[in-house]
């Protein structure tokens, strides 16, 4: 029996969209977010307070997390999407707004904790941990994903050599773009609010192409019945099957850079977070190695 693992592409599930959207403030991208279904809404700049967009939350069936629920906190809000990738329940869209915020209070929390020991981004480092394990449980997650972002001033030289400006990108986490399926610079023109895509694995939103910044014109572009499908819960290791897979590790001695390698297979940091399926494909594959 062959060892290779790859799927005829009529077996590829369609995913739900991960996003993120970044602009100035006011230009409508927490209202564009507000539009997907059933949003579980997670606020670090308690950005739905006010009575329109409470309003707007509550007509599409979706709930609120601010700071005081801990929206500011990295750990709090990766349990969160933990649960939400784990468990039933009837939400369908994820969103962070902003992104910018969890991003930036976890780097100031450590900044302050090194004091004169911060240098070379050493206050960075947390932070980016918590990004990669932040994107690791999305890409699990069977929700819609939208994250809000800032937007901040992305600099070059030019013909001569001179600094300047040449466009606006994310202020985030610069690796979270190549790990989404879309990401749109949100933009008012006059009375207009546009979405101009700058980077896409998608069909229906051409890198450069823009529309205007509205679910309706959205969902043209890309299939409501996906976007709008009840979330499946990942099943998630069994305690046995995580102790079998320990109790053989103990028998066959494999080299730690494989199993890293195995971890980032699975999206995992540990066993414990290996899919019920993988890791029982982990299992086969140790015990065939003792026969």
């Known amino acids: 029996m062959s060892k290779l693992r790859a799927k005829q ?3 590829v599930k369609p995913s739900k969209i991960k996003m993120m959207i970044f602009g100035p403030s006011g230009v409508g991208k927490t209202w564009l977010s507000l539009a ?5 809404y997670i606020a670090p700049e ?3 307070d006010r009575a329109q967009y409470r309003a707007r939350l509550k ?3 979706g709930v609120y997390m ?5 929206a500011t906190s990295f750990s709090t809000v990766l349990d969160e999407i933990k649960t939400l990738a784990t468990e039933k329940h009837e939400y369908k869209t994820l969103i962070v707004d902003s992104i910018t915020k969890l991003y930036q209070v976890c780097i100031a929390d450590e900044a302050e904790k090194l004091g004169s020991k911060d240098a070379f981004g050493a206050s960075k480092k947390p932070a980016i941990a918590n990004m990669r394990r932040l994107v690791n449980w999305v890409q699990k997650l069977d929700m819609n994903v939208l994250f809000v972002a800032h937007e901040i001033t ?3 030289n030019d013909e001569k050599g001179n600094r300047t400006e040449i466009g606006k990108i994310p202020d985030v986490w610069d690796k979270l773009i190549y790990e ?3 990401t749109i610079h949100a933009k008012k023109f006059g ?3 546009n979405a101009i895509v700058t980077k896409s694995r998608l069909e229906g939103f051409l890198d450069g192409s823009s529309f205007p910044l509205t679910y309706e014109e959205f969902g043209k572009r890309y299939d409501k019945t996906i976007i709008e499908s009840a979330s499946v819960p990942v099943a998630l290791a069994t305690t046995a099957q995580v102790s079998r897979v320990k109790e053989l590790l103990e028998i066959i001695k494999i080299d730690e850079k494989e199993i890293d390698t195995w971890n980032s297979k699975a999206g995992a940091e540990s066993f414990e977070e290996y899919s019920s399926e993988y890791i029982a494909k982990t299992i086969a594959f140790l015990e065939k190695k003792i026969k």
């Open 180 to 182: 989404l399926d879309l």
């Open 154 to 156: 992305e600099w070059g």
């Open 191 to 193: 009375p207009n609010r």
């Open 36 to 40: 997907f279904p059933k949003p579980y």
């Open 66 to 70: 601010g700071p005081e629920e801990g």
């Open 46 to 48: 308690n950005g739905a």
């Open 9 to 11: 592409p009529d077996e």
């Open 59 to 61: 007509e599409v069936g």
